[in-house]
């Protein structure tokens, strides 16, 4: 081996070092899954390829964001910005060589399944399929694939009266729990814009909050959840404190339109002119100058990873 190609490669320690992945994790990695390859120099010592950090350094978002490691170890770091949204973002991107109404069957198959588990009060299956999916699709597809239209259809089975009232804060609660524990799991040594994310005075639904914070810790963004019913000047206070570049505020269609429109306009005239105010939900307002109303949790994601650029 020439002494240039020499200069190319590193040791484990180095690596672990600049990945932040540990030695033993490495070894293991190479054992099982053949990635990442070790070359053998001439006195038998082993080296790595410095080429092989940016790869290594997107496993590690990948396996924070709930993808497993047999899905992502071996990946090309194309398919990794891909299967992370740091390309943009389609649908199928995540799940190679399954068509489009391939995935959709599958989605409803798998809402379907979690209707059922609804319906008959079995969190334990609920939870499973939950960890199951996240593992499979990580965190924003999660959202947008199985969690959305989940929602969707518990709205509709409790209109039909095929579900109560009961199901649907059953259904919320398991929700809940499960994702307010992924969110903070991504969360973690985040050092991108800072978001702050919350709801106004009165607001008893976390949910839509809750699903904000998973969108935004698949980004580089740092979340900072402040939780719901927060008061509007501990809001502001807050906000004047931590300086974030975007303050998300979730609105459900209980608020009224009224008091939500009077607190946004409080608190867009109290803040910084430079830090972005993001509304979400079906009670959000849509007419306040210089609130920004976000319909949808893919073009929520699309916002988060225009301003990081």
């Known amino acids: 081996m020439a002494t240039s190609e ?11 070092k600049m990945t932040g992945i540990t030695t033993h994790t490495l070894r293991m990695w190479e054992k099982r899954y053949g990635n990442p ?8 010592h082993r080296r790595y390829p410095k080429k092989d950090i940016p790869r290594l350094r997107a496993i590690v978002k990948a396996l924070d964001s709930g993808y497993r490691a047999s899905k992502v170890v071996t990946g090309t770091l194309e398919q990794l910005h891909s299967l992370m949204g740091l390309q943009p973002f389609t649908g199928a991107s995540s799940t190679l060589g399954v068509s489009e109404d391939e995935n959709l069957l599958l989605q409803n198959r798998i809402t379907k399944s979690w209707i059922h588990y609804v319906n008959v009060y079995d969190d334990d299956h609920l939870l499973h399929s939950f960890h199951s999916e996240w593992g499979k699709s990580g965190g924003l597809k999660f959202i947008l694939d199985y969690v959305v239209p989940f929602l969707e259809n518990i709205g509709n089975a409790w209109e039909e009266k095929e579900l109560t009232i009961a199901h649907e804060h059953f259904a919320t609660e398991c929700l809940v729990g499960f994702i307010s524990e992924k969110w903070r799991q991504m969360n973690v040594r985040k050092n991108g814009p800072k978001i702050l994310i919350t709801t106004l005075p009165g607001e008893p639904y976390s949910l839509g909050s809750l699903m904000c914070a998973v969108v935004t810790s698949v980004t580089n963004s740092k979340a900072l959840y402040l939780g719901t019913d927060m008061p509007l000047d501990e809001i502001i206070k807050a906000t004047k404190k931590y300086n974030p ?25 109290e803040i910084d002119k430079k830090t972005k105010v993001v509304t979400g939900g079906m009670g959000s307002p849509c007419n306040i100058p210089n609130v920004i109303p976000i319909s949808d949790f893919k073009k929520y994601y699309d916002f988060l990873v225009t301003i990081a650029e």
Request: net charge negative; proline share 2%; glycine share 6%.
């Open 6 to 16: 020499q200069e190319e490669l590193i040791s484990i320690g180095e690596l672990s």
């Open 245 to 269: 570049q975007v303050v998300v505020i979730s609105i459900s269609h209980s608020m009224s339109t009224e008091f939500s429109e009077d607190c946004l306009f409080k608190l867009r005239g």
């Open 37 to 44: 390859k070790a070359h053998r120099l001439p006195s038998g």
